[in-house]
């Protein structure tokens, strides 16, 4: 004959191991690196990231980044960039898988 208790932590564990899983699945994936992005562009991260604006809400796709409006807007703060080396630095932080 079981236990009543161990009905009850049976449940537990389960319950347990669920919200662990949907913990896991809203963190969803991660961005690009923007530490080396800006690093490739030659900017400090603060600026990248200011002209990159806000991250899209969860479970929203974001909008591919125009290279130009970057570029422009890295320069305008005073970190002259070409929309060419924001293109190739997007593109190679697309490539890299992350962890």
């Not at 900017?43 to 200011?50: F, R």
């Not at 991250?55 to 125009?66: A, L, M, Q």
């Given at each position: 004959m079981y236990h009543p208790l161990s009905y009850v932590s049976?449940?537990?564990?389960?319950g347990l191991m669920l919200l662990g899983t949907v913990a896991q699945a809203q963190t969803g994936p991660r961005g690009p690196d923007l530490g080396k992005t800006s690093s490739e562009i030659g900017?400090?991260?603060?600026?990248?990231?200011?002209c990159?604006?806000?991250?899209?809400?969860?479970?929203?796709?974001?909008?591919?980044?125009?290279?130009?409006?970057i570029a422009s807007c890295l320069s305008e703060a005073g970190h002259p960039s070409t929309a060419q080396a924001v293109e190739k630095a997007l593109a190679a932080a697309a490539r890299t898988p992350h962890r």
């Open positions: 049976v449940i537990c564990l389960g900017v400090p991260q603060s600026a990248l990231q200011s990159l604006g806000d991250r899209p809400k969860p479970g929203k796709r974001p909008e591919r980044p125009d290279a130009g409006k």
